[in-house]
């Protein structure tokens, strides 16, 4: 196990509210099984997607856009995107402009976007890309419940 001062780690230990950006209500999309083990493991997470607006899932009702996130009753701490690396920048824009108490931004596997991290890293957030935070859980606090998520 890495030490304390890893940026994966003290990212899922410090988080609490996550904005899943591109929610499915599809249970085979990876946004939706991703955000539902999130759920499970104690995490807010609020879906942002204008074609789900008002509507519920995980919990929560989906938001049409960030800015409707920053009125909300708890502060949004990470925004997890699953969108093609190309729309990446104009969501970590929104994002910084939106969402006072953001401290992570992170692209699932396969998203890459170096102009949109390194405006982000410059405003003192956290930036992970191409990988999972439902694959980096169990990689530092272990989790047996992952083999029945996936279906073994």
Do not use: K
């Not at 904005?19 to 955000?35: D, E, K, L, Q």
């Not at 049409?64 to 990446?88: C, K, N, T, W, Y």
Request: aromatic content about 6%; charged content about 20%.
């Amino acid at each position: 196990m890495l030490g304390s001062d890893d940026p994966i780690r003290r990212a899922l230990i410090e988080t609490r509210t996550i904005a899943c950006i591109g929610a499915s209500a599809n249970p085979a999309r990876a946004s939706r099984y991703v955000s539902e083990f999130l759920v499970s493991r104690g995490y807010r997470v609020i879906g942002v997607n204008p074609g789900l607006a008002g509507q519920r899932l995980f919990g929560e009702t989906v938001a049409g856009d960030l800015a409707e996130l920053s009125q909300g009753p708890a502060p949004v701490d990470m925004i997890d995107i699953f969108r093609a690396s190309a729309h990446v920048l104009p969501v970590v824009e929104r994002a910084l402009e939106c969402l006072p108490d953001l401290r992570v931004v992170w692209m699932q596997i396969g998203v890459r976007n170096a102009e949109a991290a390194a405006l982000a890293e410059a405003r003192g957030i956290t930036v992970m890309q191409d990988c999972c935070p439902m694959v980096e859980y169990p990689r530092y606090f272990g989790d047996a419940m992952l083999a029945d998520l996936a279906g073994d």
